[in-house]
């Protein structure tokens, strides 16, 4: 324990050193800026020991958390803690890059639910005078080494839904946000087709809300791009699961001893419902497609990256079924069993 606690007290010293350094220097070139840091470091801390920081006089927290369940999180007496010792103090939800290392497209009843949280949150919360401003954050990687996660173009339509919401805070109820916030985010969004009526009850349903790639937004067409992504790839998932583990024919035994049933086989790869050469050409004009709509958007690094990351491990899988179909249909002579 008394290790434990040596190693917290070093901690928070090297936090507080860093911090003040940084925040010193900017401060003394940059007249009249702040600079602006994320608590989580800090939420820990008793406010004798926050207060002593000197933070108080060089920073000014922003508090974040990315999930509906902010008082779980954030303790009441944080607020009270960061309202004694800070001038301001700001809050932080997220529209896209918080809902998954690997998500093509935002959570929209999640930001939603987020922001809503975050709203009742600063209507009930009356420790924070100093309470500043909502900010919303739009992720493009969950860290420097991590894969993209969702788009900026893709993610408009979160972002302006979570604007709207922000903007009618004052007109929050018990029951939740005004309805006309919707009403205001189609019509934002130039989605002029009338049967498109989105309530948080839609959202719950559908998260993703395809139905916005028929909109007119800058970034609708990368919207239906993600869209047919997530068709193609629930399609090549399902054949891949389907004939390399449900199925008896081309699991990595047959494939491994090439002893399966040709028929079998040419029944399971070639049927109609799920035609694999088709597929593999679906992917190959997809391709094709994101790198076109992309460009419009994306210098190539980006583009290379996200078709490497999401389209290439499709069309490896579809490409190891047609070798291993193609391989294992040739033979015309089979051993006796056991296999060796």
Excluded at 88 to 115: C, I, M, Q
Excluded at 290 to 305: A, C, F, L, P, R
Excluded at 307 to 312: A, G, M, Y
């Amino acid at each position: 324990m008394k290790v434990g606690k040596a190693c917290c007290n070093c901690f928070r010293v090297l936090f507080t050193e860093h911090v003040s350094l940084v925040a010193g220097h900017i401060r003394a070139e940059y007249h009249g800026v702040t600079p602006l840091i994320w608590d989580d470091m800090m939420r820990r801390w008793t406010q004798d020991t926050l207060r002593d920081s000197g933070l108080g006089d060089l920073v000014e927290p922003v508090v974040w958390v990315y999930a509906d369940d902010i008082s779980r999180l954030i303790p009441h007496y944080v607020w009270f803690m960061y309202g004694k010792v800070f001038p301001r103090v700001w809050v932080a939800g997220a529209f896209k890059g918080a809902y998954g290392e690997t998500a093509v497209v935002p959570d929209l009843r999640k930001s939603y639910d987020n922001h809503v949280a975050w709203l009742k949150v600063l209507h009930s919360t009356r420790a924070v005078q100093q309470f500043q401003a909502v900010v919303l954050t739009g992720w493009s990687r969950y860290d420097h080494f991590a894969v993209l996660c969702e788009l900026l173009p893709v993610s408009i339509p979160s972002l302006i839904l979570n604007l709207l919401l922000i903007s009618e805070e004052k007109k929050l109820t018990e029951g939740g946000p005004p309805p006309q916030v919707f009403h205001k985010w189609t019509n934002s969004l130039s989605c002029t087709h009338s049967r498109l009526k989105i309530t948080h009850e839609s959202l719950v349903q559908d998260r993703y809300q395809w139905e916005l790639s028929s909109c007119s937004f800058p970034g609708s067409n990368m919207y239906s791009i993600m869209a047919t992504y997530m068709s193609l790839r629930a399609r090549v998932e399902d054949m891949f699961s389907e004939l390399t583990d449900k199925q008896g024919w081309l699991t990595p035994y047959n494939v491994r001893h090439n002893f399966s049933s040709p028929w079998r086989l040419m029944m399971s790869f070639f049927s109609f419902q799920a035609n694999g050469e088709h597929l593999i050409r679906e992917l190959k004009d997809f391709r094709d497609l994101v790198t076109s709509v992309m460009t419009q958007y994306y210098d190539n690094h980006t583009i290379d990256e996200w078709i490497e990351q999401k389209v290439d491990p499709l069309m490896v899988k579809m490409l190891y079924l047609e070798k291993s179909v193609n391989s294992l249909t040739a033979r015309n002579t089979w051993p006796r069993r056991p296999l060796k």
